[in-house]
């Protein structure tokens, strides 16, 4: 949404950011973000710890992470 769009209805820039966080340009540039105050202090306002902010958001996700293994036996190392 424009800036100007957002200065003539603010009740409708309310409404977009009810369903998403809503971005403000200001000459074709995003300039704000405005979101529903609940959605700020569960994202933003609070610190998170490192494995809070890796986490994978949704619920149904049960994927492990599982990294390569790595062989080094193939190596050549020079002592």
């Known amino acids: 949404m424009t800036s100007a769009s957002f200065n003539q ?3 409708r820039a309310k409404k977009e950011a009810n369903e998403r966080p ?3 340009t200001e000459h074709g540039e995003a ?3 405005l979101v529903r105050y609940s ?3 569960a994202n933003w306002r609070k610190s ?3 494995l809070d902010a890796l986490r994978d958001p949704s ?3 049960d994927a492990e992470f ?3 293994r790595l062989d ?3 190596r050549d190392v020079e002592l």
Do not use: G, Q, W
Request: charged content about 35%; aromatic content about 12%; overall charge negative.
């Open 72 to 74: 080094f036996d193939r």
């Open 22 to 24: 809503l971005v403000i």
């Open 9 to 11: 209805n603010p009740s």
């Open 48 to 50: 998170k710890s490192l």
């Open 66 to 68: 599982e990294p390569e």
């Open 39 to 41: 959605d700020f202090e």
């Open 59 to 61: 619920p149904d996700s």
């Open 31 to 33: 300039s704000y973000v």
